[in-house]
């Protein structure tokens, strides 16, 4: 009994920290293979969980994650037979699935506070926020966001300002700093605006419609109150950011932000689809013509293939491994879909088809299982779901013993 409280309050320190370094980290490094301070405290959850595994003598395997590892497997099948084996960006795929199996299987045996790794996160990126908002070089409509550190890409940005948002769904509801978290999550709206990331920008917009949608069909009184509240909260968010925005755009001189980028929508009307992708559509088409229809061209090959990364995970999927690679990316969203409806808490849940939709939708614009935010988001998933009832894993419940 001792040990394993001793464990969790190790562990709920170490997570917690873990969770808000991830976005600190991204603005010198965008792989967790960075060598930040993040991944050395990753390196610490490892060892926690084979603690956890000693003491426990279980391991929990998602559905989920199992689909993500057979993802990996077909593909590397085609890479026997060459030799351009991309092994960094394979061991950096192999290091988040270890990390996030790590994750899942210390909250499910240690007492933690998933409340404690909601706002560790949360208030992580909204110090990158606030570094960018003072430190970045806003307007370039929409094609680059600089720091001091190096240039980042606006839509990668974006990812972490949709899994902050997400996050404020679970917040919302507490009695205590809704005040702060309404601030907080109006500069993530208006770092939204400033960066111009069309795909960021479809992606809340398409989410938050997808939360008032299950606001509005929800049925039970006492949920109806809760979920006033967080749509009334978020509503104020996004109106303190339209009005900020619009307020630096009238009395700031040099502020040149003119939605260039998000603009291009328009271009959907008139057909010109390889316009508005930024010219996606041809390194998809070369993508999908220069592999083979069933085994595909390796793991992780896109690049080396074609020469460009794809921006597009449901491509690249097909292209690296074939049909199959393909049919096992869309079981994995269908598994993940399935887990957000089975989680509880209604503020969670909110949290949770949040973050399931903006990274489905975030998937047909970036190679985003390279990005930080795809695996936080992913591990925040994971996290409300067992935080919000661990009666719920149970053998036959998308968990193997």
């Given at each position: 009994?001792?040990?394993?409280?001793?464990?969790?309050?190790?562990?709920?320190?170490?997570?917690?920290?873990?969770?808000?370094?991830?976005?600190?980290?991204?603005?010198?490094?965008?792989?967790?293979?960075?060598?930040?301070?993040?991944?050395?405290?990753?390196?610490?959850?490892?060892?926690?969980?084979?603690?956890?595994?000693?003491?426990?003598?279980?391991?929990?395997?998602?559905?989920?994650?199992?689909?993500?590892?057979?993802?990996?497997?077909?593909?590397?099948?085609?890479?026997?037979?060459?030799?351009?084996?991309?092994?960094?960006?394979?061991?950096?795929?192999?290091?988040?699935?270890?990390?996030?199996?790590?994750?899942?299987?210390?909250?499910?045996?240690?007492?933690?506070?998933?409340?404690?790794?909601?706002?560790?996160?949360?208030?992580?990126?909204?110090?990158?926020?606030?570094?960018?908002?003072?430190?970045?070089?806003?307007?370039?409509?929409?094609?680059?966001?600089?720091?001091?550190?190096?240039?980042?890409?606006?839509?990668?940005?974006?990812?972490?300002?949709?899994?902050?948002?997400?996050?404020?769904?679970?917040?919302?509801?507490?009695?205590?700093?809704?005040?702060?978290?309404?601030?907080?999550?109006?500069?993530?709206?208006?770092?939204?605006?400033?960066?111009?990331?069309?795909?960021?920008?479809?992606?809340?917009?398409?989410?938050?419609?997808?939360?008032?949608?299950?606001?509005?069909?929800?049925?039970?009184?006492?949920?109806?109150?809760?979920?006033?509240?967080?749509?009334?909260?978020?509503?104020?968010?996004?109106?303190?950011?339209?009005?900020?925005?619009?307020?630096?755009?009238?009395?700031?001189?040099?502020?040149?932000?003119?939605?260039?980028?998000?603009?291009?929508?328009?271009?959907?009307?008139?057909?010109?689809?390889?316009?508005?992708?930024?010219?996606?559509?041809?390194?998809?088409?070369?993508?999908?013509?220069?592999?083979?229809?069933?085994?595909?061209?390796?793991f992780m090959t896109y690049r080396d293939i074609v020469g460009r990364p794809a921006h597009n995970t449901y491509v690249a999927s097909f292209v690296e491994g074939g049909i199959l690679g393909l049919v096992v990316l869309l079981l994995f969203f269908i598994y993940l879909f399935i887990r957000v409806k089975k989680i509880i808490n209604i503020n969670y849940f909110y949290t949770g088809i949040f973050l399931a939709i903006c990274i489905l939708l975030f998937s047909g614009g970036n190679d985003i299982m390279e990005y930080k935010f795809f695996w936080l988001g992913l591990i925040m998933i994971f996290t409300i779901y067992i935080g919000s009832d661990k009666t719920q894993l149970k053998k036959t419940d998308s968990l193997l013993l």
């Open positions: 009994m001792k040990k394993s409280s001793f464990l969790s309050r190790i562990s709920n320190m170490v997570i917690s920290l873990y969770l808000f370094t991830i976005p600190l980290d991204f603005i010198t490094g965008r792989y967790l293979m960075g060598l930040g301070l993040s991944t050395i405290l990753s390196v610490i959850i490892v060892i926690l969980f084979l603690f956890v595994l000693l003491l426990k003598k279980e391991l929990f395997i998602p559905k989920e994650i199992m689909l993500l590892v057979l993802l990996c497997l077909i593909g590397l099948l085609p890479l026997i037979f060459t030799y351009q084996i991309p092994i960094n960006r394979i061991i950096t795929f192999v290091y988040y699935i270890l990390v996030i199996l790590s994750l899942i299987n210390i909250l499910k045996f240690c007492d933690l506070k998933v409340s404690f790794f909601i706002k560790a996160s949360y208030f992580g990126i909204a110090i990158m926020c606030l570094y960018l908002l003072f430190n970045g070089t806003m307007g370039y409509g929409g094609t680059r966001l600089t720091t001091i550190e190096r240039d980042m890409n606006p839509n990668v940005i974006g990812g972490f300002f949709f899994v902050g948002i997400a996050f404020t769904f679970s917040l919302f509801n507490e009695k205590k700093g809704r005040i702060i978290y309404t601030v907080i999550s109006s500069l993530f709206f208006v770092t939204l605006l400033l960066i111009q990331s069309k795909t960021a920008f479809i992606c809340v917009f398409v989410a938050l419609v997808a939360v008032l949608i299950f606001g509005i069909k929800t049925n039970k009184v006492s949920i109806i109150e809760k979920t006033k509240k967080t749509l009334k909260l978020s509503s104020i968010a996004l109106l303190l950011a339209i009005i900020v925005f619009f307020s630096l755009k009238i009395f700031l001189d040099d502020f040149n932000v003119d939605f260039a980028d998000i603009s291009r929508l328009d271009q959907l009307l008139d057909d010109n689809i390889n316009d508005v992708t930024t010219g996606r559509m041809d390194i998809w088409i070369e993508g999908i013509e220069s592999a083979p229809m069933l085994w595909g061209t390796g």
